[in-house]
């Protein structure tokens, strides 16, 4: 049996909608009180509303934060201190995927991408750093992405390197948190069905469930399910360690495969 999340204090990242809400709501659905941090206000209280909503009683709350600004964090970090009396588990999920190619990757297209999605991570830990050692069970979560670390997509090269950046970081940083009793650990999506998803278009959705031994896009919860696992007593001995959960989209050696299926 796993332990509760009862009265444990979440950050999440990103957590107005998407693979962040879905992450939220199964951290809520456990017992933990979730800050859910992203820029738009309006977007986090309709978030924090239906969670709150869904799970009678859950401790819901909200913090305007860009992540890729380092001031930023550190207010995210007090808030969630002010309101819940620490932080026992941050999931450094925010993040963005603008496409571009690689002859329209000037300093402004790369500082994008990898300010939110690799400085804002390196951010919010270090803005966490203290609480989460004060935590009898302090944990980070980041999420990457199978698309840099293990897979390529033509136009995502800037955020394919951020995405793995952020497994450089995490192997790092599991060394320097070891002695302050937290782990920090990744989860790698596949393609989750998300908003921002969706927004590619029917064909793309369409050819990536081709792709998918599963034949499915992947849900926002089956990520929060990975993060609710790194983020247990029972996971404390895993750190510095990434789990993919893609529904096997990167184990086809080729397209034949699939059809061999
Ligand atoms: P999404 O639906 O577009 O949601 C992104 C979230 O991040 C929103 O809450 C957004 O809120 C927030 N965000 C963006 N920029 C931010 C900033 N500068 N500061 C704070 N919050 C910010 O995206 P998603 O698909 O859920 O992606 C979430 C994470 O999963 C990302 O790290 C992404 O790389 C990763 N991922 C997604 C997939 C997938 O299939 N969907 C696959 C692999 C990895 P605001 O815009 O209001 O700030």
């Given at each position: 049996?796993?332990?509760?999340?009862?009265?444990?204090?979440?950050?999440?990242?990103?957590?107005?909608?998407?693979?962040?809400?879905?992450?939220?709501?199964?951290?809520?659905?456990?017992?933990?009180?979730?800050?859910?941090?992203?820029?738009?206000?309006?977007?986090?209280?309709?978030?924090?509303?239906?969670?709150?909503?869904?799970?009678?009683?859950?401790?819901?709350?909200?913090?305007?934060?860009?992540?890729?600004?380092?001031?930023?964090?550190?207010?995210?970090?007090?808030?969630?201190?002010?309101?819940?009396?620490?932080?026992?588990?941050?999931?450094?999920?925010?993040g963005i995927f603008p496409s571009a190619r690689l002859q329209e990757l000037d300093r402004a297209a790369l500082d994008e991408v990898m300010g939110v999605n690799f400085y804002g991570t390196a951010f919010c830990v270090a803005a966490c750093l203290e609480e989460l050692s004060?935590?009898?069970?302090?944990?980070?979560?980041?999420?990457?992405?199978?698309?840099?670390?293990?897979?390529?997509?033509?136009?995502?090269?800037?955020?394919?390197?951020?995405?793995?950046?952020?497994?450089?970081?995490?192997?790092?940083?599991?060394?320097?948190?070891?002695?302050?009793?937290?782990?920090?650990?990744?989860?790698?999506?596949?393609?989750?069905?998300?908003?921002?998803?969706?927004?590619?278009?029917?064909?793309?959705?369409?050819?990536?469930?081709?792709?998918?031994?599963?034949?499915?896009?992947?849900?926002?919860?089956?990520?929060?399910?990975?993060?609710?696992?790194?983020?247990?007593?029972?996971?404390?001995?895993?750190?510095?360690?990434?789990?993919?959960?893609?529904?096997?989209?990167?184990?086809?050696?080729?397209?034949?495969?699939?059809?061999?299926?």
């Amino acid at each position: 049996m796993f332990s509760t999340m009862e009265n444990r204090s979440v950050i999440v990242t990103g957590g107005s909608k998407g693979i962040g809400l879905g992450i939220a709501r199964v951290f809520a659905s456990a017992g933990a009180k979730v800050m859910l941090a992203g820029r738009d206000e309006a977007a986090l209280q309709k978030a924090a509303a239906e969670v709150a909503e869904e799970f009678d009683g859950g401790m819901v709350a909200t913090c305007v934060t860009d992540v890729a600004d380092q001031p930023s964090c550190q207010a995210l970090a007090a808030a969630t201190v002010e309101t819940f009396g620490g932080i026992d588990v941050l999931c450094a999920n925010a993040g963005i995927f603008p496409s571009a190619r690689l002859q329209e990757l000037d300093r402004a297209a790369l500082d994008e991408v990898m300010g939110v999605n690799f400085y804002g991570t390196a951010f919010c830990v270090a803005a966490c750093l203290e609480e989460l050692s004060r935590s009898e069970l302090g944990r980070v979560v980041v999420t990457s992405s199978i698309t840099g670390p293990i897979t390529g997509y033509p136009g995502w090269a800037h955020y394919g390197a951020s995405k793995a950046a952020q497994l450089g970081y995490v192997r790092t940083a599991a060394m320097e948190l070891a002695p302050r009793g937290i782990t920090i650990n990744a989860v790698l999506p596949g393609n989750i069905l998300t908003e921002g998803l969706q927004d590619m278009g029917q064909e793309y959705l369409e050819g990536m469930a081709a792709a998918i031994p599963q034949r499915r896009l992947g849900a926002v919860e089956d990520i929060g399910y990975a993060a609710l696992f790194f983020a247990s007593a029972q996971a404390g001995y895993v750190t510095g360690q990434s789990l993919v959960v893609d529904g096997g989209q990167v184990l086809p050696e080729d397209p034949g495969a699939l059809q061999e299926m």
